[in-house]
């Protein structure tokens, strides 16, 4: 990675846990100032205590417009500058859309989808000043959609579409926009999960403890920012295959699909 996150000055969301957590400490080890957001206050002490004083912490909601314009003064404040806003933050669900109250689309759209546009408008400005990095953590689920993710599958796909307009919009501005699609990787995801009540579902899924290593994936994520790529898709075998086929035979992956039920 050589020098290049040395003194930068980076803000992560959902720092407190799985894949915001890991990207925390890579961007520490890498050397940059990180400002780490997150609801829970015990979880980033713990992080600042294992990481020192390149490590600022922010406890803040990301569905809150004053807390995301909170964080990005921090960092103006503290550092002066902003060089990147890694937006990683979210929750999943599992339940059939029949079953699903409208308040766990509501929730799930305000977590994964509109703090990205508080986010956005607090952070624009300097990150044209510094040509700097806007990241958003979606899903192989903002590209295609299964079974029981419904209310998942369209805020990532609205995070998606989100995103890709505003790499037009900034491509003459110089800031680099990067979406980072990961598949399966082993965090508390699905034990944060709602249930079609809204209701976290409190046990962990077994295609999740399967996945990818979230320090890995960080540091893979770091090496797609340093080489400001448009799109990053840390995932296994089976969700890229499901990635070429819903471009290029979408029925086939409705078929496979309905055949395998992910917990
Ligand atoms: N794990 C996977 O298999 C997988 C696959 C594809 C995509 N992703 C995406 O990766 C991202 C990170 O998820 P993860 O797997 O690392 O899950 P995780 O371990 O449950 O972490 C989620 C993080 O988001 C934070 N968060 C949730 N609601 C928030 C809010 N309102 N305000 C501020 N922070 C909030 C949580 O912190 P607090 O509760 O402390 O606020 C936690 O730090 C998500 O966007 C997820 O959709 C994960």
């Given at each position: 990675?050589?020098?290049?996150?040395?003194?930068?000055?980076?803000?992560?969301?959902?720092?407190s846990s799985g894949i915001g957590r890991s990207i925390a400490v890579k961007l520490v080890q890498h050397g940059a100032h990180t400002l780490a957001m997150a609801r829970s206050e015990d979880s980033l002490r713990e992080l600042k205590k294992e990481l020192g004083e390149l490590?600022?912490?922010?406890?803040?909601?990301?569905?809150?417009?004053?807390?995301?314009?909170?964080?990005?003064?921090?960092?103006?404040?503290?550092?002066?500058?902003?060089?990147?806003?890694?937006?990683?933050?979210?929750?999943?669900?599992?339940?059939?859309?029949?079953?699903?109250?409208?308040?766990?689309?509501?929730?799930?759209?305000?977590?994964?989808?509109?703090?990205?546009?508080?986010?956005?408008?607090?952070?624009?400005?300097?990150?044209?000043?510094?040509?700097?990095?806007?990241?958003?953590?979606?899903?192989?689920?903002?590209?295609?959609?299964?079974?029981?993710?419904?209310?998942?599958?369209?805020?990532?796909?609205?995070?998606?579409?989100?995103?890709?307009?505003?790499?037009?919009?900034?491509?003459?501005?110089?800031?680099?926009?990067?979406?980072?699609?990961?598949?399966?990787?082993?965090?508390?995801?699905?034990?944060?999960?709602?249930?079609?009540?809204?209701?976290?579902?409190?046990?962990?899924?077994?295609?999740?403890?399967?996945?990818?290593?979230?320090?890995?994936?960080?540091?893979?994520?770091?090496?797609?920012?340093?080489?400001?790529?448009?799109?990053?898709?840390?995932?296994?075998?089976?969700?890229?295959?499901?990635?070429?086929?819903?471009?290029?035979?979408?029925?086939?992956?409705?078929?496979?699909?309905?055949?395998?039920?992910?917990?």
């Open positions: 990675m050589s020098h290049y996150f040395q003194k930068k000055v980076f803000i992560v969301t959902g720092a490590l600022v912490s922010c406890v803040g909601d990301v569905t809150k417009p004053e807390d995301c314009r909170r964080v990005v003064a921090k960092a103006l404040e503290l550092r002066g500058r902003l060089d990147g806003l890694i937006h990683n933050a979210g929750i999943s669900m599992r339940g059939l859309a029949a079953d699903c109250s409208k308040e766990v689309y509501r929730k799930l759209m305000e977590v994964n989808f509109f703090s990205t546009v508080d986010l956005y408008h607090a952070a624009m400005d300097s990150l044209r000043s510094s040509r700097g990095h806007l990241v958003a953590v979606s899903s192989v689920m903002g590209r295609y959609s299964t079974q029981e993710r419904s209310g998942y599958c369209a805020s990532k796909h609205a995070l998606q579409g989100y995103m890709d307009s505003i790499r037009l919009e900034n491509l003459s501005q110089g800031v680099h926009t990067l979406v980072v699609s990961p598949g399966f990787v082993n965090t508390n995801i699905a034990h944060n999960a709602l249930g079609p009540d809204g209701q976290p579902l409190g046990k962990r899924g077994a295609a999740t403890e399967k996945g990818l290593d979230s320090l890995v994936v960080a540091e893979a994520i770091l090496h797609a920012i340093k080489k400001r790529k448009r799109d990053f898709y840390p995932a296994g075998v089976k969700e890229k295959l499901g990635l070429f086929l819903s471009k290029w035979a979408p029925g086939l992956l409705d078929r496979l699909l309905l055949k395998v039920a992910v917990k």
